[in-house]
């Protein structure tokens, strides 16, 4: 249950935002080698002050319920994020901030045919 929110003041039409959410959602599927079904992407718009300067940046919040702390990963997945936003949205890295959270299985909740699960109690009845 990977979920990336990527918070920017970059201005992108309707196709270029689904290039740029598509490729992080397969950046973060092949990363954490988690299925692309269960990787979640939203691009909101901000306003951003950096270096007392309002050019264009961008605040992504990474959270997952495990694969942060296996060696390499969130590295990986900053590098990876590099690239996808400097190719998809011409975002300079050193304007961009990542913030990794892993999430507790009880506090982790989402719909499976309409009904609401908690991985945590999926697991725990296996």
Known sequence: MP???ISSNISL???EKQVLLIAVARLVSKIMEKPI???MVALTG???VMME???PAAFIDIRCLSGLEEEGVKACLCEGLRDVLRQCASLDPDRVYVNFFEVS???A???RDGVPVCPKIAM???
């Open 3 to 5: 979920v990336v929110q």
């Open 13 to 15: 039409a309707g196709q």
């Open 37 to 39: 079904q269960d990787v």
């Open 46 to 48: 901000a306003d951003f």
């Open 53 to 55: 300067d309002f050019g």
């Open 105 to 107: 299985p009880d506090c």
């Open 109 to 111: 909740w989402r719909f």
């Open 124 to 126: 725990d009845a296996r």
